[in-house]
């Protein structure tokens, strides 16, 4: 019994062996790159039934006895195309040399065109394919542009190469990834002519924009200078600015001082004047008081004095105008009651100053001494002389106010000296 449980497991175990075995090769994992495609089971795609499904990235079982697995690399195929004397609008044969980057479409429905066309077939089969078509449509293309456009526009000319070349390339289950025209030429030299024609025109473009560049650089230096110039001139001019600011703020700032100081020396000034002032007329009044009693007040006295004085001297002059005035009237009436003697009187009042022009002629004797002597011989009588003329004297001394003798020995002391 043992023993048969042993060769039961020992079968178990082999033939569990074998289905792992069997079941590894019926799995099947589709890279990245390609799709699987099991073949043998009807499926439903859209409006028509297809006779496989499709893996693309991942794993999938095989039915075995049932099922066929199938491998389609969708990896980009690199075709060079050309076309050899393919006439361009105008009829000027061309030769076009162009690379294309073409692959299997991923993408249903699309790539179910490429199973049903190229399943089974080779890389090599499906890039003389595509190679063909996209050849017919370049030469369909180059048809309908001019040599100027394929050769100077010629992405252009490839754009409309991949539009011809889709729906035929669709068709076929491939799609156009790149298409680049490499080279464009013609046997004629026809595009020579034209790029020599346009090489001119280039070179004459080109000189022109070189000196139109040269002057615009010329222009934009002396802009460019002038800027700087104005720059310069408008930073000296801030600073000119921003230095006349600096000074006119800091005599805004020093005009309180000097303002304040100035008020200050004035009001000192003021105040040294006001005390001045004060000075002056205490001097003022000081001098006043001074004068007052130096000069007004002895002025007053002196004045007062003068006027008694005058007054007492005017007193004698008016009473001796008074005595003359009588005296005068005397000697009027004395006049006219001498008669013939009246000339006697008149000489004796002229005696004052005939007197003087008498004695001039002994104005260098000194007189101390007048002694009358009588003339006449002893024992002559008669009129005593001397005492006539003392009595003379006496009469004009009383009536003129003269002395005689006294005028004599004052003309003797003068003339003396």
């Given at each position: 019994?043992?023993?048969?449980?042993?060769?039961?497991?020992?079968?178990?175990?082999?033939?569990?062996?074998?289905?792992?075995?069997?079941?590894?090769?019926?799995?099947y994992?589709?890279?990245?790159?390609?799709?699987?495609?099991?073949?043998?089971?009807?499926?439903?795609?859209?409006?028509?039934?297809?006779?496989?499904r499709?893996i693309?990235?991942?794993?999938?079982?095989?039915?075995?006895?049932?099922?066929r697995?199938?491998?389609?690399?969708?990896?980009?195929m690199?075709?060079?195309?050309?076309?050899?004397?393919?006439?361009?609008?105008?009829g000027?044969?061309?030769?076009?040399?162009?690379?294309?980057?073409?692959?299997?479409?991923?993408?249903?429905?699309?790539?179910?065109?490429?199973?049903?066309?190229f399943?089974?077939?080779?890389?090599?089969?499906?890039?003389?394919?595509?190679?063909?078509?996209?050849?017919?449509?370049?030469?369909?293309?180059?048809?309908?542009?001019?040599?100027?456009e394929?050769?100077?526009?010629?992405?252009?000319?490839?754009?409309?190469?991949?539009?011809?070349?889709?729906?035929?390339?669709?068709?076929?289950?491939?799609?156009?990834?790149?298409l680049?025209?490499?080279?464009?030429?013609?046997?004629?030299?026809?595009?020579?002519?034209?790029?020599?024609?346009k090489?001119?025109?280039?070179?004459?473009?080109?000189?022109?924009?070189?000196?139109?560049?040269?002057?615009?650089?010329?222009?934009?230096?002396?802009?460019?200078?002038?800027?700087?110039?104005?720059?310069q001139?408008?930073?000296?001019?801030?600073?000119?600015?921003?230095?006349?600011?600096?000074?006119?703020?800091?005599?805004?700032?020093?005009?309180?001082?000097?303002?304040?100081?100035?008020?200050a020396?004035?009001?000192?000034?003021?105040?040294?004047?006001?005390?001045?002032?004060?000075?002056?007329?205490?001097?003022?009044?000081?001098?006043?008081?001074?004068?007052?009693?130096?000069?007004v007040?002895?002025?007053?006295?002196?004045?007062?004095?003068?006027?008694?004085?005058?007054?007492?001297d005017?007193?004698?002059?008016?009473?001796?105008?008074?005595?003359r005035?009588?005296?005068?009237?005397?000697?009027?009436?004395?006049?006219?009651?001498?008669?013939?003697?009246?000339?006697?009187?008149?000489?004796?009042?002229?005696?004052?100053?005939?007197?003087?022009?008498?004695?001039?002629?002994?104005?260098?004797?000194?007189?101390?001494?007048?002694?009358?002597?009588?003339?006449?011989?002893?024992?002559?009588?008669?009129?005593?002389?001397?005492?006539?003329?003392?009595?003379?004297?006496?009469q004009?001394?009383?009536?003129?106010?003269?002395?005689?003798?006294e005028?004599?020995?004052a003309?003797?002391?003068?003339?003396?000296?």
């Amino acid at each position: 019994m043992p023993e048969a449980i042993i060769v039961i497991a020992a079968v178990l175990a082999v033939i569990g062996a074998l289905g792992v075995l069997s079941l590894r090769k019926l799995i099947y994992i589709c890279a990245p790159n390609e799709v699987l495609i099991f073949s043998g089971r009807a499926r439903r795609l859209g409006n028509r039934t297809v006779g496989y499904r499709l893996i693309k990235g991942g794993r999938g079982i095989r039915i075995p006895l049932l099922e066929r697995v199938d491998r389609i690399d969708l990896t980009n195929m690199i075709i060079e195309l050309g076309a050899t004397g393919a006439y361009s609008k105008g009829g000027v044969p061309l030769n076009v040399h162009a690379v294309a980057n073409v692959k299997v479409a991923g993408q249903e429905p699309v790539l179910n065109q490429a199973i049903e066309r190229f399943l089974g077939r080779g890389r090599p089969d499906i890039i003389r394919v595509a190679k063909a078509t996209l050849e017919g449509a370049l030469r369909g293309v180059l048809a309908t542009m001019t040599p100027e456009e394929v050769n100077e526009d010629k992405i252009k000319f490839a754009e409309r190469l991949v539009e011809q070349a889709e729906a035929d390339m669709n068709n076929l289950g491939l799609v156009v990834d790149t298409l680049n025209v490499q080279n464009v030429q013609d046997d004629v030299r026809y595009l020579d002519s034209i790029g020599r024609r346009k090489n001119a025109e280039i070179i004459r473009k080109s000189r022109i924009a070189e000196a139109r560049a040269r002057a615009d650089a010329l222009v934009r230096q002396a802009e460019n200078r002038l800027k700087e110039v104005t720059a310069q001139i408008q930073a000296r001019v801030e600073i000119a600015r921003a230095d006349a600011a600096k000074r006119l703020a800091d005599i805004e700032s020093q005009r309180g001082a000097l303002v304040a100081e100035e008020q200050a020396t004035v009001a000192q000034a003021v105040a040294q004047s006001l005390a001045e002032v004060e000075v002056q007329k205490a001097r003022v009044e000081q001098v006043k008081q001074q004068l007052e009693a130096d000069v007004v007040q002895p002025a007053k006295a002196a004045c007062e004095a003068a006027e008694e004085k005058a007054r007492a001297d005017a007193a004698p002059i008016i009473e001796d105008g008074r005595a003359r005035a009588e005296v005068l009237d005397t000697m009027a009436q004395a006049w006219r009651e001498a008669g013939v003697h009246a000339r006697d009187v008149f000489l004796l009042q002229k005696f004052d100053v005939i007197l003087p022009m008498i004695t001039g002629v002994i104005a260098e004797s000194r007189i101390e001494k007048l002694t009358m002597i009588d003339g006449r011989a002893p024992g002559v009588s008669g009129d005593d002389l001397p005492l006539k003329a003392k009595g003379t004297v006496e009469q004009v001394r009383e009536i003129f106010g003269v002395d005689l003798v006294e005028r004599l020995q004052a003309l003797g002391a003068s003339s003396g000296k």
